[in-house]
């Protein structure tokens, strides 16, 4: 089996986004008006759009290997505990691989940050499975494999998770993807039409995230 390619970013180095999402849901209904000619139909009772603030952080983690070359978990988690994040989407993970000490990061990191995980793999490799990760604050409800075209040089994947922020309020659903890395952007674009389809029928507020191999104001990005 070929080794998954580092060269997870057209730019060579680690990539970490942190976006703050200000999401409206509906919230509990507000109080009803005092009391009118009962003779009338009832209205129905108003609600209210109350925002919800999230943070959500986009993180390559190279399997745990830092730009010094060196495998170090503790300090993925460290950046990642900094920025206080409700979700996390991360790419290029290892579970139980031989080269990464046959940890199973997703469920590491999720314990060690006090989070709850999900794992999507991309392909088996070195006595375990490679691919991609959510964590999230709040508890995950249910999590999906996405199926992609594939790249040049490895499968494609994207994991989508639902859970609610907020107790009460309908289900956010959160897509984290990677996709493929070469100059000709075919495959990128064929990877963004096909998580289009996947995601266009989603009900509620969806959140998409990850390495995208691309840059703003690029087709792949426009479509997405």
Same mark, same amino acid.
């Given at each position: %089996?070929?080794?998954?390619?580092?060269?997870?970013?057209?730019?060579?180095?680690?990539?970490?986004?942190?976006?703050?999402?200000?999401?409206?849901?509906? /919230?509990?209904?507000?109080?009803?008006?005092?009391?009118?000619?009962?003779?009338?139909?009832? &209205?129905?009772?108003? =609600?209210? =759009?109350?925002?919800?603030?999230? #943070?959500?952080?986009?993180?390559?983690?190279?399997?745990?290997?830092?730009? !010094?070359?060196?495998?170090?978990?503790? #300090?993925?988690?460290?950046?990642? *505990?900094?920025?206080?994040? !409700?979700?996390?989407?991360?790419?290029?993970? !290892?579970? +139980?691989?031989?080269?990464?000490? /046959?940890?199973?990061?997703?469920?590491?990191?999720?314990?060690?940050?006090?989070?709850?995980? /999900?794992?999507?793999?991309?392909?088996?490799?070195?006595?375990?499975?490679? $691919?991609?990760?959510?964590?999230? +604050?709040?508890?995950?409800?249910?999590?999906?494999?996405?199926?992609?075209?594939? $790249?040049?040089?490895?499968?494609?994947?994207?994991?989508?998770? =639902?859970?609610?922020?907020?107790?009460?309020?309908?289900?956010?659903?959160?897509?984290?993807?990677?996709?493929?890395?070469? !100059?000709?952007?075919? +495959?990128? %674009?064929?990877?963004?039409? /096909?998580?289009? *389809?996947?995601?266009?029928?989603?009900?509620?507020?969806?959140?998409?995230?990850?390495?995208?191999?691309?840059?703003?104001?690029?087709? =792949?990005? &426009?479509?997405?």
């Amino acid at each position: %089996m070929r080794a998954p390619s580092h060269r997870s970013s057209r730019h060579h180095s680690a990539i970490l986004a942190l976006a703050l999402l200000v999401i409206g849901v509906a /919230a509990t209904p507000a109080p009803s008006a005092p009391p009118v000619d009962r003779s009338l139909p009832p &209205k129905p009772a108003p =609600t209210t =759009t109350a925002p919800i603030a999230l #943070r959500v952080l986009s993180y390559n983690i190279r399997h745990g290997v830092g730009m !010094d070359d060196v495998l170090d978990l503790e #300090r993925i988690a460290r950046v990642i *505990a900094a920025q206080r994040p !409700d979700l996390v989407l991360l790419q290029e993970v !290892d579970e +139980r691989v031989r080269r990464s000490g /046959a940890v199973d990061q997703a469920a590491w990191l999720g314990d060690r940050l006090g989070m709850h995980h /999900a794992f999507a793999p991309f392909m088996d490799y070195q006595g375990g499975r490679y $691919g991609l990760a959510i964590l999230s +604050r709040s508890p995950i409800e249910a999590s999906e494999t996405i199926p992609l075209p594939p $790249g040049q040089h490895e499968p494609r994947a994207a994991l989508a998770i =639902t859970t609610r922020p907020v107790a009460g309020t309908p289900p956010l659903r959160a897509v984290c993807v990677h996709f493929d890395w070469l !100059d000709d952007d075919s +495959r990128r %674009m064929a990877q963004a039409e /096909a998580l289009v *389809a996947a995601v266009s029928a989603s009900r509620g507020p969806v959140v998409v995230g990850g390495d995208f191999n691309d840059v703003l104001g690029s087709r =792949t990005m &426009k479509h997405c």
